[in-house]
Antibody
């Protein structure tokens, strides 16, 4: 069974750093693309970052230069290093597997239940 | 960046109603459009990919259509477990932009 579970969210002060992890089971993170999506309180879904199968990465403009996505193939985990955190980064962060169906662009087919990051003093 | 606009923002329906949600892209995205269902405290769920393809395990009462800039998600007969928020998402431009969401509520 395919499953992803996010951990690492907590209360953190503005300007601080936090590392989120996503443990995968039922598939190999090194063999697929993976992504992070967030949802701020009362808001909709917002894409954050992606790491492609070949290792290329990309980020949404609000987090570029502050967040870093990576994966650990030996532990089958995905990570998101978040630096210089701001109040507007407060959100539930979701990890998702990226599928590539025929005739489709990257599609997020399995998601975790998320981990809450609160940036506040 | 591509902008995605959903309508309506919220929708009240009764069980067994037919419901349609619309999503409009700011530019031509072909059929690079996905639909997700999200319930509070739960993992978002992929319903439809490439505009009209039903994800494995999703009930056939869900269907998607459209291409270019205009897309629709239809639930042919709403069931109690369908009350949730629905999002469209483009997978064309590399920013994976979501619509603002449509909350389907019980009437």
């Amino acid at each position: 069974e395919v499953q992803v579970v996010e951990t690492g969210g907590r209360l953190i002060q503005p300007g601080g750093s936090l590392r989120l992890s996503c443990a995968a089971s039922g598939f190999t993170v090194g063999s697929t693309s993976m992504t992070w999506v967030r949802q701020a309180p009362g808001k909709g879904l917002e894409w954050v970052s992606i790491i492609y199968t070949g290792g290329n990465t990309d980020y949404a403009d609000p987090v570029r230069g502050r967040f870093t996505i990576s994966r650990d193939n030996s532990n089958n985990t995905l990570s998101l290093q978040m630096d210089s955190l701001r109040g507007e980064d407060t959100a539930v962060y979701y990890c998702a597997r990226v599928a590539q169906f025929y005739g489709s662009g990257p599609t997020f087919d399995y998601w975790g239940q998320g981990t809450l990051v609160t940036v506040s003093s | 960046d591509i902008q995605m606009t959903q309508s309506p923002s919220s929708l009240s329906a009764s069980v067994r109603d037919r419901v349609t949600i619309t999503c409009r892209a700011s530019q031509n995205i072909g059929r690079y459009l996905n639909w997700y269902q999200h319930k509070p405290g739960k993992a978002p769920r992929l319903l439809i990919y490439a505009a009209s393809n039903l994800q494995s395990g999703v009930p056939s009462r869900f269907s998607g259509s459209g291409s270019g800039t205009d897309f629709t998600l239809t639930i042919s007969s709403v069931q109690p477990e369908d009350f949730a928020t629905y999002y469209c998402q483009e997978s064309y431009g590399g920013s994976f932009t979501f619509g603002q969401g449509t909350k389907l509520e019980i009437q």
